[in-house]
């Protein structure tokens, strides 16, 4: 049995301290929790709402109803009263919200609270979202102690005096709620259970894996790894730099590898646009770096707050000419750990650029973990030179692609590392002697072995698998995967079987699995992209055609209903 | 292996330079190795780090490790290697076009970062290897391929952005005064900080007009300034002079040292994990996060 909660107000209202107070209250309590913050690019003013929902099972997505709604302002009751659910509760503000114009479902319950005033009574405005979420947790069955356990946690440090005053308000909301039957009881379900969003997963993977280095550029959705890591960095050996943009972020992380640093960097769209050409860069130069690059709705500025997944073909395109690159996609924030450790692996032992895509949604929801984040044992650098044998060739011709590489600072195995196209030995083919004879081979040779390092990569990753038993296969990336997930289970009960296909690792691609999988089947794409990006990179590759495709590029993110609701008309289609 | 004394031959690498006979960059490859050859930094010590641009080919020409970057964004891979590894002696060498144009946003920052590094811009006023347009640091007139009616923007003045920034060691050599030339780079070398030297280094093919003689006949040394001038020599501690002669004066350019600042912390003294001992090259090793996890509850 899940629980949802919607916390909505303006920016400013502190919309989201609210909620993260009543998720944490529950995540500690042993649930399952999913908690996405949808917020907009503005610091006052504007409509924002955080969104909890909870259960004893895994949570794969946000949802599609309300349980018990909280207006901190009257536009919170307008947008999102429809979406209560029978014999729900609403929370309102009253000094600032009227809801006799509001046709709330049947059943619900509406509880008015002055927040503002009590709070301004015990001795703060800022109370007033503890008032609220007392009012809150008293309709949805949380028990106050477990409520003051997370004040404690999070006011402990501020002193007693400010704890006090934080139970005070939390008193009186539940008070101001008691007449209202809570909607079910919450109690102890399990152990305390961590509560981690997509970034903070990519960045503890990435530490986990010896990152050393990470740079970046502020730029909402990817900000909070730079805030994370600056924080924790420091006591984990990673130095963070924040740059003057992303150009001279990506450079900087380039620059950091090339020394023998694990180094990362991380943006959104538009930086990404900005570091595409040194990307090539390191590809030329053979440095491997990890660049998370967490979507939003795009073109240029886009929707800043929004989540969308319309950048596949700019990564797989970053920067001129031709030479690997890998590209993983998590579906969560467990598995955004593991990628983290992957790409920071896989980066320095491929001496080549590795795309961690996120998205808004799952760089910014928390959500909590279902199994241990595994750690790693032991770091595997690649191939690297420590001695001098014989003449050392640092981009010498291999079988794997892969060359034996040297950190700078050891003597004797000095080289220049160019952008420009180069010798076995590192030097430059491109100014005098391009076009010459034993050029000509050397440029192909060098082409060719960069371009093995994907083929060498490909055998060791996992081809990806079929879930579900029988129906059609639909097929997604990312943080929709979960979100599928669950809508299949609810089309599973009206009787509608489907299977599941999540692509994790675009680049390399298993092109030849995904082929044998899809030939022949029924096949759609899900996807939060308005031109079909995936589908289209599932055609480019495999040359199969979908049978059809959910996309959403609104800005939220999807959810069971919206899936189930646009792939039912597709199945009738199919069925006609 | 036991480390000997450096000469400059072991600074010289087999690849012959592809610069133009006479080019000014030749003095200044030259007064680096020599530089490191004087204070015995060994090959595998150092880094040098270049953009893009004929200047930017230097590293080649030399033994130390080396990258040769993208167009303007040595900066910021130097910066990248000096922090992951601070034991390494980290120069960046590059074009007045790649520095002061394309890079001059990674200019600007560097200088007040304080990164502990030299940089040294081979500073023609012309771009050469795309065959003579106008530069950053063309003067006013200067008629180029792109501008055949004559440069109509002032040019940039990087000494005087430098000070502006906070570069803590700011100074102008010249190709033609070899000996001056290699001082300077030798001083900035050993300087605990950012180090700009802008070389006056003349195109001989594209720029006919900053030439070697007009350069001999337009600069001065400002902390030996010609009696004719009649200037005090200047001090570099004095930041405030040093920028008022970051400007053309009595139709004179001026060379030499217009700043040095001892004693100010660099940035990676002050950045917090490299000042707990950190060495992110070294120190590469798998990190339990169980605790960072465990606060997240």
Redesign the interface.
Known sequence: MDTIIRVGGSAGDGVASTGQILARAF??LGYHVNAYNSYQSVIRGGHVWYNIRVSEEPVESIGDRIDVLLCIDHQTAEVHAPLVAEGGVVVHEASKVDLSDIKLPKGAADIGITALEAAKEIGSPLLANVVAVGAVAHAVGLDPESVRDVIQAQFGRKGEKMVEMNYQALDKGYEFASQVEPIRKHGRVGP?????PGN?GIA?GA???????Y?AYPMTPASTILHYLAQ???D??????Q???E???V?????????????MCGTSGGGLALMT??IG?AGM?EVGLVIVNSMRGGPSTGLPTKTEQADLWQMLGAGQGDYPKALVAPQDPHDAYLAGIEATEIADRYQMPVFVASDFYLSETSMT?DKE?P?????D?GAVVEKKEGDFLRYKITDTGVSPRS??????????????EHDEDA??IS??LAGLPNSLKVRIDQVDKRARKLDTLLKELPAPEIEGETGPILISWGSTAPILREARRQMAKDGVETRQLTLRWILPFHTDAVREMLEGETFYVIEASSSGQLEDYIRMRTGLWATGNVRRYDGEPFTPGYITTHFAPLVQEVVA | MAETELTVKDLISDTKPTWCPGCGDFGVVRALQTALAELNIQPHDTAVISGIGCSSNLPHFMTPYGMHTIHGRLLPVAMGVKLANPELTVIGTGGDGDGYAIGAGHFAHACRRNVDMTYIVMNNQIYGLTTGQTSPTSGEGHTTKSTPGGNIEPPFNPIGVALAEGATFVARGFSGDPKHLQALVKRAIQHKGFALVDVFSPCVTFNKLNTFKWYKQTIYNVNEPPKDMDIEPHDPSDRARGFALSFPGQDRIGYGVFYEETGKLTYGEQDPTLHAGVNPVHDVKPRDVRALVEAMK
């Open positions: 995540s500690r305390q259970r961590a509560l981690i903070e503890l530490m986990a894996a010896g990152l050393t280095f740079a924790v960095g420091p984990n050996g990673v130095v963070v730099k740059m003057e943009d150009i001279g972020v450079n900087a992380t380039i620059g950091a590898a090339w020394a023998g640093a694990r180094a050409e040194a860069f130069a973990l984040l750690p790693v044992d032991a770091i650098r950190i700078p600072g050891t003597p004797e195995l000095m080289f220049i590392a160019a952008s420009d030097t430059l100014d005098v």
